[in-house]
């Protein structure tokens, strides 16, 4: 596809979710270092939850009846402790929360509830519902339910269930290998001494921790020279990546040669060119087995892009089943324009609700600071022009 034939938006989204066609391959990792990772297996239930009838209150356990009103203690049972079911007639257990309820007793009224209490005794109160206070055996799961799916990326309370089927390892995809590079002679690292002529490398690091922030680890592989013969030489060492993530280099200029360079190296590109702003040069494809995507050289457009195009191709590539993203509704607080016939990308900061529009959508794509004070992203379609106050718009949060 040639530079001319930019996509839309709606294709290049498709076209790029396309790209991750296959899945990494398998690990086992510790319950411990299970955060993050994606699972290749489902998981079901081994161990009923709970296990076994239990108090959800500390309070007094019993066998409900109509007339009940005042209970003898039998004995009293702490969590962890297991009792043979031992009641007689109007008598109960002094029970813990957690704790085991013996199979006598299907109600628990709380201490707070009582009408009096003592150590001897209960009296209750005129209204008590049976089954009160008392959880049952695998209410929450039952043995062979699923638990998590496989394609699941594992969160702190997805881990909280794993510790509860006693799972000490999990089958999870092995991590995707990233490389990020930069282009152009004139950039700088940040541990260098830039010059007025020279820049410093802002992609590089926003693009890592872009990535590290929806749990990719990334390599940064330095700065590729502005060479046709040294970018093909650099790209052929590369192909042991998942993955490869440029920035630069793919607009009409002369020493835009990144395409050139990926093409000598057995690159297919999918687009190049997105009808949008900003980002229009932003190009994805493969290199064998490697999927590649080229973002912009200006540090806001390239931010954007990955976030729109490459978080998501990344999520699939990874195994995860949830990789699009998600809008939330929210009310426009100022009234600001947008250039019809193409996708505008508008940045802007969103708080209780409304939406504001980082100065009045008015700023280059190479600028820094819309991205620092901006935490949404609107994107309007081809026909809109004009957005006004109060209009009803859904939005992405960063």
């Given at each position: 596809m040639s530079?001319e034939q930019?996509?839309?938006f709606d294709?290049a989204i498709s076209?790029?979710?396309?790209?991750a066609?296959?899945k990494p391959?398998?690990?086992?990792?510790?319950i411990?270092?299970?955060l993050?990772?994606?699972?290749a297996?489902e998981?079901?239930?081994?161990?009923?939850?709970?296990s076994?009838?239990?108090?959800?209150?500390?309070g007094?356990?019993?066998?409900?009846?109509e007339?009940?009103a005042?209970?003898?203690i039998?004995?009293t049972?702490?969590?962890?402790?297991?009792?043979?079911?031992?009641?007689?007639?109007?008598e109960c257990?002094?029970i813990?929360?957690?704790?085991?309820?013996?199979?006598?007793?299907?109600?628990i009224?709380?201490?707070?509830?009582?009408t009096?209490?003592?150590?001897?005794k209960?009296?209750?109160p005129?209204s008590?519902?049976k089954?009160n206070?008392?959880r049952?055996?695998?209410?929450?799961?039952?043995i062979?339910?699923?638990?998590?799916?496989?394609?699941?990326?594992?969160n702190s309370?997805?881990?909280?269930?794993?510790?509860?089927?006693g799972?000490?390892?999990v089958?999870?995809?092995?991590?995707?290998?990233?490389?990020?590079?930069?282009?152009?002679d004139?950039?700088k690292?940040p541990w260098?001494?830039?010059?007025?002529?020279?820049?410093?490398?802002?992609?590089?690091?926003?693009?890592i921790?872009?990535l590290?922030?929806?749990g990719f680890?990334?390599?940064?592989?330095?700065?590729?020279?502005?060479?046709?013969?040294a970018?093909?030489a650099y790209?052929?060492r590369m192909?042991?990546?998942?993955v490869?993530?440029?920035s630069g280099?793919?607009s009409?200029?002369?020493?835009?040669?990144?395409?050139?360079?990926?093409?000598?190296?057995?690159?297919?590109?999918s687009?190049?060119?997105?009808?949008?702003?900003?980002?229009k040069p932003?190009?994805m494809?493969k290199?064998?087995e490697?999927?590649?995507?080229s973002m912009?050289g200006n540090?806001?457009a390239?931010?954007v892009?990955a976030f729109?195009?490459?978080?998501?191709?990344?999520?699939?590539?990874?195994?995860?089943?949830?990789f699009?993203?998600?809008?939330?509704?929210?009310?426009?607080a100022?009234?600001f324009?947008?250039?019809?016939?193409?996708v505008n990308?508008?940045?802007?900061?969103?708080?209780?609700g409304?939406?504001h529009?980082?100065g009045?959508?008015k700023?280059?794509?190479?600028?820094?600071?819309p991205l620092?004070s901006?935490?949404a992203l609107w994107?309007s379609?081809?026909?809109?022009?004009?957005i006004e106050a109060?209009q009803?718009?859904n939005?992405?949060?960063?």
């Amino acid at each position: 596809m040639s530079k001319e034939q930019a996509v839309s938006f709606d294709d290049a989204i498709s076209l790029s979710l396309e790209l991750a066609t296959t899945k990494p391959h398998r690990a086992w990792v510790s319950i411990f270092d299970a955060l993050g990772r994606t699972l290749a297996r489902e998981i079901t239930c081994k161990k009923n939850l709970p296990s076994y009838n239990n108090a959800a209150m500390d309070g007094f356990a019993f066998k409900y009846h109509e007339e009940v009103a005042e209970l003898q203690i039998k004995t009293t049972i702490l969590a962890g402790s297991v009792v043979e079911a031992c009641l007689a007639e109007n008598e109960c257990y002094k029970i813990m929360t957690g704790a085991k309820v013996p199979d006598d007793a299907d109600t628990i009224i709380p201490f707070e509830d009582c009408t009096f209490y003592d150590e001897t005794k209960a009296v209750l109160p005129s209204s008590i519902k049976k089954g009160n206070a008392l959880r049952l055996k695998g209410e929450e799961e039952r043995i062979g339910s699923i638990l998590l799916a496989e394609g699941t990326c594992l969160n702190s309370r997805d881990i909280a269930l794993l510790a509860s089927q006693g799972i000490s390892m999990v089958e999870v995809y092995k991590k995707l290998q990233i490389a990020v590079f930069s282009t152009g002679d004139e950039l700088k690292s940040p541990w260098e001494s830039a010059s007025e002529d020279e820049i410093y490398d802002i992609n590089a690091l926003s693009l890592i921790s872009l990535l590290a922030e929806h749990g990719f680890v990334a390599h940064s592989c330095g700065v590729i020279p502005d060479n046709l013969e040294a970018a093909t030489a650099y790209f052929a060492r590369m192909k042991q990546y998942d993955v490869l993530v440029t920035s630069g280099g793919v607009s009409m200029g002369e020493a835009d040669f990144i395409e050139r360079a990926l093409l000598a190296n057995g690159f297919t590109a999918s687009f190049h060119g997105i009808n949008i702003k900003p980002g229009k040069p932003t190009m994805m494809g493969k290199m064998g087995e490697t999927i590649v995507a080229s973002m912009p050289g200006n540090p806001l457009a390239a931010y954007v892009n990955a976030f729109l195009f490459l978080i998501p191709v990344l999520k699939k590539f990874q195994g995860q089943k949830k990789f699009n993203f998600s809008t939330i509704h929210a009310r426009n607080a100022e009234a600001f324009n947008v250039k019809s016939g193409r996708v505008n990308l508008v940045l802007g900061s969103f708080k209780d609700g409304v939406f504001h529009v980082f100065g009045a959508n008015k700023y280059g794509s190479g600028m820094v600071k819309p991205l620092v004070s901006s935490n949404a992203l609107w994107i309007s379609d081809e026909k809109t022009s004009n957005i006004e106050a109060e209009q009803e718009l859904n939005i992405l949060l960063f």
